[in-house]
């Protein structure tokens, strides 16, 4: 497609990284796959749709995810979040907690302060459906872009640096 997602991996940390390869048209489409995000336990990996449709979405962009059963396992077809999470606007940027219970992701969908705002999706479990995403409110979004989220493994980031803002 237009942009795809690709891995490449080490058997160590201080190993080489081996050639990329791509993640295959289970998660890629022709559309324009952006900002993955890998779950804690390296099962989920939760990426956008960059405004370009991609078949089965709700909006101009939306939330995806792909699940695997072991980290060396295939990746499944990625299945969009659905309306509960996207909407007729742009969802990008998704950032999943360390505990797989809250998802961070930029929209401009109405109800913000600015162009894009940071919003989140919680769930009750790892495998619960996501609930309706909550603005972060004026302590993190500004009248500018506010985009990017990315938090720490222990959740303790704070708003400044949790975000990257434009404009």
Known sequence: ????????????????WGEAVNLGSLVNSPANEIAPAISADGLE????????NRPGGVGKSDLWVTRRQTKTSAWSEAVNLGPVVNTAAEEITPEISADGLELYFE?????????????????????????????????????????CPNITSDGLKTAEDAITRYG
């Open 1 to 16: 497609g237009g942009g795809d997602i690709w891995v490449a991996r080490r058997p160590t940390v201080d190993a080489e």
């Open 45 to 52: 990996l939760y990426f956008a749709d960059y405004r370009a």
């Open 107 to 147: 929209t401009d969908r109405p109800g913000g302060l600015g162009s894009d705002d940071l919003w989140v999706a919680r769930r009750a479990s790892s495998t619960a459906p996501w609930g309706a995403p909550v603005w972060l409110g004026k302590a993190i979004n500004g009248a500018g872009m506010d985009h």
